[in-house]
């Protein structure tokens, strides 16, 4: 008898510490742009690098594969491959890198992280087609075929102009795509099916799967005419609907007809994320679909998504929210994603708390957004931040890592680019 109870003791004892030892797991996310001079042309430098990430601790990447220009790094029946990225300068000037290489850039990654152990998923900006840079320079999809002009987001402009994104060059940064665009949506479902046919892809990530950030009149196309239209069953009573241009933040109670816009747009991206996730799923069953959000959820309203679960009482439990209806929770997307990354983005002295604006208090309120509906990973942005731009915060890693782990299924790091930048690649060995 005794000896029975000494086995079952030391089985119950294996068992405990097997249970403490699995990680949970830890996403490192690889952006095109600022990786492009490391890996575009230099294929032996992705299996280094996978090598050292997976010591770190890291055990899926996200490589992103499309980015705001639109042109792709993988095989496309519909999207034009990338030869031609912006390079950042610390002097301010613009310059290019080149990819001159022919090797298939997505497959040596999951080549070079299946061998090193990593689960390897591809990251793809969605909504956007081009950048507009300084100096009216403009580049990528949309600019390379003028004709694709007519698929971008409209801009209301300080005159009370509508002006499409691609055309607009009072504003930088990526340019928006229509959601609302039937033929928007149909190109970005084939590019997603090309990708999930991939041997050996673990998954797909989503980003900027919204409409412009930076005002929520944005979208003001003939196809979202039509669409909103049919969504009220009878033409606006006004349109624009937020007749304030650059309107970025609601700083009124919105009227009934705002309301049904902001309920539009959400419904949209729900919709589309639906599309999306069967279109990989249908494509191949081992292809997990995945999205990228901001945490900041009490301001993205603005950007026409609703990520929580639409289990979840928005009017009751979000004060900016005490206006949503029941139409808007329902476009809640957490169920329909098999896994989210969500960025907590914020100052790097900002790690513990309870509400928004710390990465801890973004964990707990993203769990209680989520409703469990979905696995969720969190982390910061280790290089644009306050605090973290100048580096020198690798000391911050381990406690960010435990205080995320304490509040979420597993842990994000944006990006790579600063790893390699301030040296942080021991600081993750040390968590």
């Not at 990520?307 to 009017?315: E, F, H, I, N, V």
């Amino acid at each position: 008898m005794k000896r029975l109870f000494l086995i079952l003791l030391t089985l119950i004892t294996l068992l405990s510490c097997s249970q403490r030892s699995v990680q949970k797991p830890h996403f490192l996310w690889i952006d095109a742009s600022a990786n492009f001079p490391s890996y575009a042309n230099d294929r032996d430098s992705i299996f280094r690098d996978c090598e050292r990430i997976a010591r770190m601790g890291i055990t899926d990447i996200v490589v992103d594969v499309r980015p705001t220009s639109g042109d792709v790094l993988f095989k496309s029946s519909v999207a034009p491959p990338l030869k031609r990225i912006p390079k950042w300068f610390p002097s301010g000037e613009t310059g290019y890198a080149e990819r001159k290489a022919d090797f298939d850039y997505l497959d040596a990654f999951i080549e070079a992280g299946h061998k090193a152990g990593l689960r390897v998923h591809a990251g793809v900006n969605m909504m956007v087609g081009g950048w507009r840079l300084k100096d009216k320079i403009r580049m990528g999809m949309i600019y390379d075929k003028p004709e694709l002009k007519d698929w971008c987001a409209v801009d209301l402009m300080p005159d009370g102009s509508l002006v499409g994104q691609a055309d607009n060059f009072d504003v930088r940064g990526g340019c928006f795509l229509d959601p609302a665009n039937a033929k928007v949506q149909e190109f970005l479902l084939q590019m997603l099916r090309d990708l999930a046919s991939y041997k050996g892809l673990d998954g797909i990530v989503m980003d900027r799967c919204r409409y412009d950030d930076y005002a929520m009149d944005a979208g003001y196309t003939d196809a979202a005419y039509t669409a909103f239209t049919a969504f009220l069953g009878h033409a606006p009573e006004r349109w624009p609907v937020f007749t304030e241009p650059g309107h970025i933040f609601l700083d009124k109670e919105p009227d009934e007809l705002e309301v049904q816009w902001l309920t539009f747009r959400c419904k949209v991206i729900h919709d589309f994320v639906e599309k999306a996730v069967d279109a990989i799923h249908q494509t191949s069953a081992s292809v997990k679909a995945g999205i990228y959000v901001g945490a900041w959820f009490s301001e993205y309203y603005r950007s026409g998504v609703n990520w929580t679960s639409p289990r979840y009482d928005l009017a009751t439990e979000e004060p900016t929210f005490r206006w949503a209806t029941p139409e808007y929770q329902a476009t809640g997307f957490a169920n329909l994603v098999d896994f989210m990354l969500l960025g907590a983005y914020c100052a790097s002295d900002n790690i513990h708390g309870e509400e928004e604006k710390t990465m801890e208090g973004f964990a707990k309120l993203g769990a209680k957004r989520l409703c469990a509906d979905v696995p969720f990973y969190i982390g910061p942005d280790l290089g644009n931040e306050p605090g973290f731009r100048d580096g020198g915060k690798g000391y911050l890693i381990p406690e960010i890592t435990r205080t995320l782990e304490e509040n979420a299924d597993g842990v994000f790091f944006f990006d790579l680019c600063h790893i390699r930048m301030f040296d942080y690649w021991d600081y993750f060995e040390q968590k």
